[in-house]
């Protein structure tokens, strides 16, 4: 019996020791794929480190161009109200750019812009 025991705990050593070396090798795998994804990622991550320090450097200079552009673009382009210039006597056409509204406007048109801009301007609001 004792050789039928020997025999019987050789077989269980055999596949011990070859589900171990099997799951060596899963092991090892599954270590080489994580070895990959951590190359991955730190790649990722150096790219990404790359081209936001290549943006920040091409940033500066697109900064300074659109800041030029802007102050090239007149705010009185931009404003609805007119903004200057005035004669020594204010003709039709200053008055209805002050106003807001065609030179050709008609007197209730030209009332309703005034009582807008007068209500803007009042001291007494807000």
């Given amino acids: 019996m004792e050789g039928a025991e020997a025999s019987s705990e050789g077989l269980r050593y055999a596949e011990y020791a070859r589900v171990h070396a099997g799951a060596g090798k899963g092991q090892a795998e599954l270590d080489r794929g994580l070895a990959r994804t951590m190359i991955a990622v730190g790649l990722g991550v150096a790219t990404v480190a ?3 320090r290549y943006a920040f450097h091409l940033w500066k200079p697109l900064e300074q ?3 030029h552009t ?7 382009s931009l404003s609805l109200y007119y ?3 005035f004669e020594q006597k204010m003709s039709r056409r200053e008055a209805s750019l002050i106003l807001g509204v065609s030179p050709s406007a008609g007197k209730a048109k030209i009332r309703t812009a005034h009582r807008r801009i007068m209500i803007l301007n009042h001291p007494d609001k807000g």
């Fill in 65 to 67: 161009a659109i800041t």
């Fill in 83 to 85: 903004k200057g210039g």
């Fill in 70 to 76: 802007a102050k090239k673009i007149s705010t009185s």
């Fill in 50 to 52: 790359f081209a936001g």
